[in-house]
Nanobody
Framework: QVQLVESGGGLVQAGGSLRLSCAAF????????MGWYRQAPGKQRELVAD???????NLADSVKGRFTISRDNAKNTVFLQMNSLKPEDTAVYYC?????????????WGQGTQVTVPS
């Protein structure tokens, strides 16, 4: 079984920065994608950014130029550096790990961490 442990959420004023971390524990296929999704009240969960094990990145248009995703493969950890935060970035942020093996697709979620940017 895989467990994702997130940290780094909190309350920050508009224009500020936060860094989220997510460490994956357990038996993990080396070729995988880790990423961050977010869900604001009354809205659907949406992809913020993800990164493959060979460091190909994908960011939502709404965060390009402000957020950066990176990873440490040796530690199975993914980071989300969030700069120039806006009130519309307020949401619960969920870490995600996704990979395929001979058994099919495996998808795991963290417990979520709250990010609040007051207006």
């Amino acid at each position: 079984q895989v467990q994702l442990v997130e940290s780094g959420g909190g309350l920050v004023q508009a224009g500020g920065s936060l860094r989220l971390s997510c460490a994956a524990f357990g038996s993990i296929f080396s070729r995988n994608t880790m990423g961050w999704y977010r869900q604001a009240p009354g809205k659907q969960r949406e992809l913020v950014a993800d990164i493959t094990s060979d460091s190909r990145t994908n960011l939502a248009d709404s965060v390009k130029g402000r957020f950066t995703i990176s990873r440490d493969n040796a530690k199975n950890t993914v980071f989300l550096q969030m700069n120039s935060l806006k009130p519309e970035d307020t949401a619960v942020y969920y870490c995600n790990l996704d990979y395929n093996d001979f058994e099919g697709e495996h998808k795991y979620w963290g417990q979520g961490t709250q990010v609040t940017v007051p207006s």
